[in-house]
């Protein structure tokens, strides 16, 4: 992934360093700055190498900070990379929210489409979010691997909510929520680490008829795929 | 793992053939390597820990294997040739409809992988951490049984507008069912989600009422109480 992406996707707004030396700045600013550095050098190092290749060196050389400043924050890489992390899927997870409530509808597959086309939108506006996000997450361990799945199942209760709209909601079994989910993260999967995160767009239709079948049968996901758009 | 793992030779000098004693350490090696994984993460074990549990030396390690990665691939890659053997000979009988063959499918699967938690321990969750050469072997896996599911488009009546990609991504989304049950350590229990695999991927392919039916038939087979 090219430098200069990385960069703009990571400080959008070029904030950048605090000026180094001396200065009036109180302690907790400081702090709170050098955290935030180091957060978003671990995601552009881990973007670009992997998580396996990114080590501490990479990340104080990128952050501008001291051996000693990492350490006071943060125990280990993978104590920094699991903060990372959670800032990544924290705004992944806000633009699915943003997209569910987007129209203020409160029909089921109009949340749905939102949700899932503004993950898929903001994941090809963002392949550092994605690489990270979506594929470094899952080799680097269980803690990693916790946050991920606390992710995914915060999406359960979403797509459950279907059950109400069906009858005999009890026969659907339990675990469809998690294959709808673990379906189209799967995709996400391939997509971003084959580096063709832009193409995830062209899937909703498909995620759509992926998500409805479950609940409503083979015709209704037909349609909702059907009357779905790509997102521009 | 007992069946790809003779226990150790007689140590000293023995008559067996140079050719025999490398297979026996290279199954021992390979052996370890999945044990020590069902212990701990990929990323933690050691060539060490390796030798210490196969009792051969660090050198006929390496004449055997380049690095730990290549004794790890090799590992995955003789338990699945076991794996995929056993899931063909319970559903690869021109007699069965495609539904029949997917739910003997899943249920062959997670008897394997429930009777084996090393190995599922290591293909589905630290094929993740174990670099690329994992990943795509992983990724092969899910495409090759995501071809089993796609069948379902051509030989179940009206389901040639189904999407060419839900078979994979339906089979994605089964292997995550998986890996949070092997994650949360009831890899033993897996033969429990399979109606609701079985309902995850029929549903597409036959008209819903008929996936549910299979799926509680299934259940009830496998001695379930039904909710309903």
């Known amino acids: ?232 | 793992m007992n069946e790809i793992t003779p226990s150790r030779l007689p140590s000293g000098r023995h008559n067996l053939p140079r050719e025999f004693v490398v297979t026996s350490q290279r199954d021992r090696l390979l052996d370890s390597m999945a044990q020590a994984c069902a212990e701990k993460r990929y990323a933690e074990v050691s060539v060490a820990d390796i030798v210490s549990r196969a009792r051969v030396s660090r050198s006929t390690f390496y004449e055997i294997f380049p690095d730990k990665e290549a004794c790890f691939l090799a590992a995955y890659d003789a338990i699945l040739g076991r794996f995929v053997t056993e899931v063909i000979k319970a559903c690869d009988d021109p007699n069965l409809t495609w539904p029949e063959m997917i739910e003997l499918g899943i249920e062959a699967s997670l008897k394997f992988l429930a009777a084996e938690p090393a190995f599922a321990r290591m293909c589905i969750v630290d094929m993740f951490s174990a670099g690329p050469a994992a990943l795509e072997r992983y990724l092969s896996a899910v495409r090759m049984i995501a071809t089993f599911v796609d069948a379902g488009r051509t030989m179940m009546p009206d389901r040639k507008d189904v999407p060419e990609s839900i078979a994979n991504m339906v089979v994605g989304g089964a292997a995550v069912v998986i890996r949070a049950e092997i994650v949360d350590e009831r890899t033993e229990l897996l033969p429990e989600v399979g109606p609701d695999l079985l309902y995850s991927i029929l549903v597409f392919y036959m008209e819903k009422e008929d996936a549910l039916e299979r799926s509680e038939r299934y259940a009830e087979r496998l001695g379930f109480v039904t909710t309903s």
């Open chain 1, 1 to 232: 992934m090219p430098q200069e992406q990385v960069q703009e996707e990571l400080d959008p707004f070029g904030t950048g360093k605090l000026p180094s030396g001396r200065h009036g700045l109180p302690r907790d600013v400081v702090v709170r700055s050098q955290r935030e550095r180091m957060v978003e050098a671990m995601i552009g190092v881990v973007a670009e190498k992997g998580y396996t290749e990114t080590t501490v060196a990479d990340i104080i050389s990128t952050a501008g900070v001291s051996r000693a400043t990492f350490y006071e924050q943060f125990a280990d890489k993978e104590d920094c990379f699991i903060a990372a992390y959670g800032t990544v899927m924290e705004r992944m997870l806000t633009f699915v929210a943003d997209g569910f409530a987007q129209g203020g509808s409160d029909d089921w597959i109009t949340q749905i489409r939102g949700g899932i086309g503004a993950l898929l939108t903001y994941l090809a506006e963002n392949p550092v979010a994605a690489r990270v996000g979506i594929v470094e997450g899952f080799g680097a361990g269980a803690r990693a691997r916790d946050r991920y799945q606390q992710a995914v199942s915060s999406f359960f209760p979403f797509l459950d909510s279907a059950r109400t709209m069906v009858d005999e909601p009890d026969r659907i079994p339990t675990q469809v929520a998690r294959v709808i989910v673990g379906g189209v993260s799967a995709l996400m999967f391939n997509e971003a680490s084959n580096g063709n995160a832009a193409e995830l767009p062209k899937m909703l239709p498909e995620m759509m008829y992926l998500a409805v079948a479950p609940y409503f049968g083979h015709d209704k996901g037909i349609e909702a795929m059907n009357e779905t758009e790509v997102p521009a």
